[in-house]
């Protein structure tokens, strides 16, 4: 049995002899739980509290007070109990009232419709009339499934999933988690009996933070976040589940002794009894009225996948009618009134055959994996990153390994860990080099910084580096000027620096391979028109100034006239825009002090790359870019301007919009920011910027500034 040896509910000892707590104090006692219990909500579950930090540990330390003079005055469901301080001796295994089945699965829309097929024959029309045919869905949710149950709306007990018969009793550690309400909210009567079911997870962002922790800590870092919700709850120490960041979500129930007049028809009602009761419940839920319906939205889910704040790996469709449910029953495995879609993983198993050392534009030495080629959630990987020497230290990678895989967002693909128990007793610890793999030169590594980097200014990696992304799409974006024939100019010493480009003629070309007369013709015209044409936000982005990507470096030429004139800002000015810090603030001046930095600007200068910004009052040219005329003054001028949401135009054409009034595009909410236009959907962005007192525009009022700053848009628009 499990038992807390520190923080034990204590058993009521009430004595007529003792002395007893007054009315006063217990009804205070009263009151400061219930109160904390509703700033437990508004904070935790809403995310909207009503009061500070301080203030509610005042109610806090309050209440703790009271109930050690008074220890009868503890109920079992006080908020002072959340914070755990006990340690389990082992966990507890207790059986389910209901067992908790798993789901079967479909992989396309074929298999969800025999899926539907099954449903309809399993279905008795004449006993129950026509099939019901609307569904609840939801993402599948990929955490911990857990039961929670309440007698008359409070929390008794909670048990693991387990094997599904069987769970482990994890009361302790759910009660720190704080979306977890130990008393239902509202006004009751509350079942007798009502076993909340759901899946207890970490979102994403509070397991990187964790694993940040645990690094720096020098502990064990997680594979995901479903293993660290699970090592969490299952925590014996239950200080250590308090301090870390879970989240219940509740999706169905096991037994529930609703009250007769009032049974719960739908799932769709019960999700809103769950949310009145206080109760998360997985996000973006919708109620389908066919089949076709939750196809497209299962379809919507997928592509969505990476905008969830937890990981999910499939959407659940359910039989939204609960006497249906009822009806349909369950095979030996899973229920047959509701099923996953499943998404394919985003983590896969394979062999680590070796690590390479890749040498950025800015020196800095980055472990790549090399490994057997996996598909990982639809797309072949062979290489992944190990980030930096910190990071294979602290997951122990060795060549030779069987490792984890994954694909997360965007991001290039990541090698989480090891598989420990298939490691190969030859696999040896491995030792970051500490010269340049490209110039052989002894590589640094700053303190506090996790990087080795290469400080040779002519190494033939670095640069070679430096020229692709000037380039790239996100610098000068110069068509037909590819990858491999960069590689070349550099190798043969032609081309040592981006403005040795500009000075290529077609002849000398000629020598590369594949490279006809034709080719070498337009790989020079391609390199003529950027000169011509280049902006100075895209040049600026193009130098590859650590810290400066293409966001910030508009933000830049909206603020200065030309690369002198930014080359002129001391740090100060430069941290009075929005978004720029004193990293970032640093970062430029120490390019522009650079006198290698410098001969190549002056070298831009004297081919005729010397773009002005059109944003900047008086600005020489004053021009037209991205083909709108850029107003000389108006409301928007100067003002810091952020876009959520969606509007009826796209989110790019709004921006040179405002661009092209003079806005300065901002990459955050903050103080500094002059408005937040937002569309539909808005998301976090507008509570923050109404918190910060922000003015928020809607898009006619955005609009109407445009007009106001004389931007005419496109009848169409
Ligand atoms: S409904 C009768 N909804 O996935 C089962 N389950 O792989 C009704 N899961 O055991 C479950 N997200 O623990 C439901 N939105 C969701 C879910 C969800 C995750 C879990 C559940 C189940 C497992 C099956």
Redesign the pocket.
Known sequence: MSSLNKTSIPSEQHSLLAPQPSAEERKRARWLSAELERHNYLYHTLDAPEISDEQYDALFRELTDLEERWPGLRSPHSPTLRVGGGLLDGLAKKAHRRR????DNVFSDEDWRDFVERMRRAWDAELNGPLPLEFWC????DGL?LEIIYEHGVLREALT?GDGETGEVVTEAVRTIRTVPLRLRGEGPFPSRLEVRG?VVMFKKDFAALNEQQQALGRKVFANPRNAAAGTLRQLDISITESRPLRFLA??LGEAAWAPAEPCPSQHELMERLTAYGFLT?PDGRLCAGPDEVEAYAAWVREHRQDFPMEIDGA?A?QDNLEAQEALGFTARA?RF?V?FKFPAMQAETLLTGIDIQVGRTGVLTPVAVLEPVPVGGVMVSRATLHNEDEIRARDVRVGDTVMVQRAGDVIPEVVGPVLAKRPPEAVEFVFPHTCPACGETVHREPGEAAWRCDNLSCPAVRLRAISHFVSKAGLDIQGVGQKWIAQLVNSGRVQSPADLFTLKAEELLGFERMGEVLAQKFVDALDEARHTATLPRLISALGIRHVGEQTARLLAGQFRDLDELGRADGESLQALPDVGPEVAASIRNFFESPANRAQLARFRELGLWPQSPLVPFAPSGGAENGVEAAQDGPLRGKNVLFTGSLSLPRGRAQRLAEAAGAVLAGSVNKKLDYLVVGDKPGGKLDKAQALGVAVLDEAGFRALLAASGITLDASE
């Open positions: 908790m089945y798993g789901l939801d993402p599948k949710l499934a999933r899946e999706y169905s997985p659940v359910k229920p509701a996953a």
